[in-house]
């Protein structure tokens, strides 16, 4: 099983460019999460989605969009980076039932000179 | 909002056991999580508490007291390869939020021979 594939693993963007980070799982999953963590810190929330459609804001939505045209796909769109943009960014899924097991992508990691 | 406080870093010896203690502050409380995360990768799932008291799973053990808004992560027979970070996470309890979670800072363990 593929489980919750990132793409890219890493990425370096000059300030002012847009890119996609690609989020896919294959278990059938309503909810998916966006998250980026910076150094020495836990992770915090950009965006969410409980079924294909429906988006909400985390805790930092600014500077990123995202849509759910799918079950499968959950893509976070950076329109004009930033600096403060550098970060590892981790997509994360988990059934509709509120399960305990939520799993984790392998992380993206972005930096914006 | 969430508010989680856990400790930045502890140092135990290999063999010993270590605490790592985690308080938070909700405006809505379903449930808690542990993730190990070593450098440059993804979390992974640790243990789960949403009723008070104690879940023990091998090595690690972890507590809640919803009264006291207090959870702990308990490592014994500290081996190496559990230097590491260890977030804590609570979810949102709204059903809307799907699978919402807020993390503390996490706290980096080192383990010495």
């Known amino acids: 099983n593929a489980g919750v594939t990132q793409t890219p693993k890493f990425q370096v963007l000059k300030t002012g460019q847009s890119m996609t980070l690609q989020c896919a799982q294959d278990m059938n999953h309503e909810y998916m999460s966006w998250y980026r963590q910076d150094p020495g810190m836990g992770l915090r929330l950009i965006h969410y989605s409980v079924g294909a459609g429906i988006t909400d804001q985390g805790e930092v939505p600014n500077g990123y969009n995202v849509s759910r045209s799918t079950t499968e796909d959950f893509p976070l769109r950076l329109l004009s980076a930033a600096p403060s943009q550098t970060s590892v960014y981790f997509c994360?899924?988990?059934?509709?039932?509120?399960?305990?097991?939520?799993?984790f992508g392998e992380g993206s990691w972005l930096t914006v000179v | 909002g969430q508010n989680i406080d856990q400790p930045t870093e502890m140092t135990a010896t290999e063999g010993a056991i270590v605490q790592i203690n985690c308080t938070y502050q909700?405006?809505?409380?379903?449930?808690l999580f542990w993730y190990q995360q070593h450098a440059g990768e993804a979390p992974t799932f640790l243990s789960y508490?949403?009723?008070?008291g104690l879940e023990e799973k091998g090595r690690f053990s972890s507590f809640l007291s919803r009264s006291k808004g207090y959870s702990y992560l308990l490592l014994k027979e500290l081996q190496m390869k559990d230097s590491a970070s260890y977030l804590c996470a609570v979810r949102d309890k709204r059903k809307a939020a799907g699978n919402k979670l807020t993390f503390g800072g996490g706290t980096r363990v080192l383990v010495k021979p």
């Open positions: 994360a899924s988990t059934g509709q039932g509120g399960g305990n097991t939520i799993y």
């Open positions: 508490n949403v009723l008070d």
């Open positions: 909700t405006s809505g409380f379903n449930g």
